[in-house]
């Protein structure tokens, strides 16, 4: 294997175990040293490829938005307005089984770059680049089907978001109240409106 093999394989191990790590302690609570020995390194392998605990949950986030640019992607791929909303609807159940501990994660992040400007930028860059993924797919998907969209496609990104925020707020508060089929509803009714 060669170094940068090498490389790609220990930050994959770092952000693997800084995963699990933050999930069990949280992002204050958790160190550079318990990432490291939970990966099975020295606090100087962390170091020689993250500038410290924060650039290791942004790469993290990073990681976390690929997947998730993936999933849009697909998501949009799909045409037929009901099979859209079935999809997303059967995302939507995944995600409470599996996003809620990384949600919460994000949060306590988000929470902690409020009160630092560096982390705050970091932030908004990647809801930036998050909204600007979605309001492109969903051009595509009005221009695909010769309509004008009712609201320009970043309006309508910033709502998907901040109704997918919203509604995680209230999963946490209240698991269970809110039916897959409610997010599913409302983000079809914002992407898609015209339906087909």
Do not use: C
Request: hydrophobic content about 50%.
């Amino acid at each position: 294997m060669d170094q940068e093999a090498r490389r790609v394989q220990t930050r994959a191990r770092l952000l693997d175990a800084a995963a699990e790590v933050f999930t069990r302690l949280g992002f204050h609570a958790a160190t550079v040293d318990d990432v490291a020995g939970a990966a099975g390194y020295t606090k100087g392998a962390v170091y020689s490829n993250f500038a410290g605990k924060d650039a290791l949950f942004l790469a993290l986030l990073d990681r976390h938005l690929d997947a998730q640019f993936a999933q849009m992607d697909r998501l949009f791929a799909i045409e037929a307005t009901n099979d859209l909303l079935g999809a997303v609807e059967h995302e939507s159940a995944q995600a409470v089984q599996t996003g809620t501990a990384f949600g919460l994660l994000t949060m306590e992040f988000w929470l902690y770059a409020m009160r630092d400007a560096t982390a705050k930028a970091a932030v908004a860059e990647r809801y930036a680049r998050m909204r600007d993924q979605l309001a492109k797919l969903i051009a595509e998907r009005h221009a695909a089907r010769g309509v004008v969209p009712p609201r320009p496609p970043a309006d309508v990104a910033a709502l998907v978001l901040a109704l997918d925020a919203g509604l995680f707020l209230q999963h946490l508060a209240d698991p269970g109240a809110l039916p897959p089929q409610l997010r599913a509803d409302a983000i079809v009714h914002l992407v898609d409106p015209h339906g087909r």
